[in-house]
T-cell receptor, first 111, second 113 residues
Framework: SQQGEEDPQALSIQEGENATMNCSYK?????LQWYRQNSGRGLVHLIL?????REKHSGRLRVTLDTSKKSSSLLITASRAADTASYFC???????????FGKGTMLLVSP | DTAVSQTPKYLVTQMGNDKSIKCEQN?????MYWYKQDSKKFLKIMFS???????INETVPNRFSPKSPDKAHLNLHINSLELGDSAVYFC????????????FGQGTRLTVV
């Protein structure tokens, strides 16, 4: 099945540093979404970027989309310990009717 | 006033048993989903329901059956449970299938012993 693939699988940084996660996908999309999952909890939607958009901001989050390279990146600026979680990209594939998730990046932010 | 709620949160059962997980959303969404998350945190779509009709059924065993009594509910029935069914199952909903953000329940951790 078509999936997003996040990179890196795990990322460990200090509070105040920036965290960058990447997502690659295989086929054309309508939109790409990023979700956060805290340990033992459900997924929470962070941001959605449409295929005709190149960059989007939400608070400390910045998402870019490069449809020619079939990739997206999520930047979290000035990270906090509370940002510790797994981050997933999800693609809305053209012609499909559901979101397909990648395997996620585990982010650890140390105080 | 939880948006998407699923019960139970934990379910421990023996092999061969039949169990159900319930899901309800109060967001007025048209589409509901069931996802399975394995021990490596990989999320796999199992079912997607739009206006009470199954629109995607991934290659899951027919021991799994979704049942939607109305637009706000999508329950998951599992027959003849196997060890490999142990996972966390998430219910989710969205207003337009795949086109907008999805809201997730807190998950049901199923352990088959």
């Amino acid at each position: 099945s078509q999936q997003g693939e996040e990179d890196p699988q795990a990322l460990s940084i200090q509070e105040g540093e920036n965290a960058t996660m990447n997502c690659s996908y295989k086929t054309s999309i309508n939109n790409l979404q990023w979700y956060r999952q805290n340990s033992g909890r459900g997924l929470v939607h962070l941001i959605l970027i449409r295929s005709n958009e190149r960059e989007k901001h939400s608070g400390r989050l910045r998402v870019t989309l490069d449809t020619s390279k079939k990739s997206s990146s999520l930047l979290i600026t000035a990270s906090r310990a509370a940002d510790t979680a797994s981050y997933f990209c999800a693609t809305d594939l053209s012609g499909y009717s559901t979101l397909t998730f990648g395997k996620g990046t585990m982010l650890l932010v140390s105080p | 006033d939880t948006a998407v709620s699923q019960t139970p949160k934990y379910l421990v059962t023996q092999m061969g048993n039949d169990k159900s997980i319930k899901c309800e959303q109060n967001l007025g969404h048209d589409t509901m989903y069931w996802y399975k998350q394995d021990s490596k945190k990989f999320l796999k779509i199992m079912f997607s329901y739009n206006n009470k009709e199954l629109i995607i059924n991934e290659t899951v065993p027919n021991r799994f059956s979704p049942k939607s009594p109305d637009k706000a509910h999508l329950n998951l029935h599992i027959n003849s449970l196997e060890l490999g069914d142990s996972a966390v199952y998430f219910c989710a909903s969205s207003s337009r299938t795949g086109r907008t953000e999805a809201f997730f329940g807190q998950g049901t951790r199923l352990t088959v012993v």
